[in-house]
Structure formats: C-alpha cells, structure tokens
C-alpha cells in the first residue's frame, strides 16, 4: 500500500524557536495532504489542508502565521511551528490522499511528538 | 457539519472474545464514507475498515465487521476472537464524498474508544 514518511519522529527544542515538520509520500503523488494535532488521549484535530501549488486551508481557530504549511511538490509537505511556545508541545500527524484509484482512503505519517521546553 | 460521537471512552475484552464498540455519526449529506481507525501505543493511523455509504452490505475484513445502519446513522465495529494486539484507541470517522473532483477529502474523527485485550 501507500507510505507515507513523517520526520522528525520526536523534536524537543527551546521556546521561541521554530520547528520544520516533513510529510513525504513516497510510492505515490499527493496532491492533498493534512495536517492534524492530537492531544495526549485525544482525539486528531484537524488544522489545514495542504494543496500542491497552493495556499493551504487552515481550520477554524488555528493561526496561520504560526503553522506555516509548505507543499511545494506533489511528493512533500511541510509544517513549520513558528516561534515555538510550550503550548505548541502536541503530536503532530500528516495524512495523504491516496493514488487515484484509492482517493478515499488517507493514509498516514507516523507522526512527530514536538516537545517546547 | 458533520459530527461523530463514541459514547465509550474506554472498554475492556477478555481474549478471544468478542467485542463491539458503537459510533454515531450526524449528516445532511447522502454520499459519505466511514471508517474505523485503530491507533496502537506506537501512535500509528491503521486503517481497519471502511463502509460506503451507497453500499447496503456490511463492510468486512477478517476479524473485523461493521453494523451500517444508515437510517440510524450509525456505525458500529465488531471484532471477532479478540487478540492482544488489538489493544488500542479506535476511531471512527466520517468523509464527505465530493463528486466535482475537489480536493476536500476531510476526515472528521470521534473522540476515540480505548479497547483494551486482557489476557
């Protein structure tokens, strides 16, 4: 099936500094992916919509300036946690769109614990 | 908008039993998928099962069964012979079906089922 790649698996970085999540399709072109937070026992939130050549949607209530999201090709999303606060500390999840023949189906990063100390 | 509801924050099952876990969801739309997920402790999405709208017949895979009752608008998970590995929070969730081609395949997610297999 489709795999998706999710790096760094585990951040933990000083407040005020930013952070670079990398969602990566890697046996298929994506042309949507999503981004979700997931607070411990929680359940996933979605914050954008990440659409290849341009701007991302972003969800009721999350600031764009401070989760930049990037998805310059059909391969690679990235969200950037601008100026980190402790608050910022979630799980963080990618999702894909699968190929044509499966585009209902998303499927999943194995995400990214960011920790702001 | 769509809402999901689980109503069991937390269920346990004896090995090798059987289980169910319940979803309800609300829609105005028609034409929608469903979906379980399973989240294990490694916090990995696996997609367990999934059940079109349009499709009268129960979705099934292996071990694991849906009861689709799309009057109720409800979605519930049965898992057959229970195993310890499928110890983990369960999702249900909810997919719009667009037929104009947008890119608008949002997952709309329960707040999760922890299921726990005890030997």
């Known amino acids: 099936g489709a795999v998706v790649s999710q790096h760094p698996s585990r951040v933990i970085c000083k407040s005020g500094t930013s952070v670079k999540i990398e969602c990566r399709s890697l046996?298929?072109?994506?042309?949507?992916m999503f981004w979700y937070r997931q607070f411990p026992k929680k359940s996933l939130m979605l914050m954008a919509t990440s659409n290849e050549g341009s701007k991302a949607t972003y969800e009721q209530g999350v600031e764009k300036d401070k989760f930049l999201i990037n998805h310059a090709s059909l391969t690679l999303s990235t969200l950037t946690v601008t100026s980190a606060h402790p608050e910022d500390s979630s799980f963080y999840i990618c999702s894909a769109r699968g190929p044509r023949a499966t585009n209902e189906k998303l499927f999943f990063g194995s995400g990214t614990q960011l920790s702001v100390l | 908008a769509q809402t999901v509801t689980q109503s069991q924050p937390e269920m346990s099952v004896q090995e090798a039993e059987t289980v169910t876990l319940s979803c309800t969801y609300d829609t105005s739309e028609s034409n929608y998928y469903l979906f379980w997920y399973k989240q294990p402790p490694s916090r990995q999405m696996i997609l367990v099962i999934r059940q079109e709208a349009y499709k009268q017949q129960n979705a099934t895979e292996n071990r694991f069964s849906v009861n689709f009752q799309k009057a109720a608008k409800s979605f519930s998970l049965k898992i057959s012979d229970s195993q310890l590995g499928d110890t983990a929070m369960y999702f249900c969730a909810f997919m719009k079906l667009l037929y104009s081609g947008g890119s608008n395949y949002k997952l709309t997610f329960g707040k999760g089922t922890l299921l726990t297999v005890n030997p």
């Open positions: 046996d298929f072109q994506a042309t949507t």
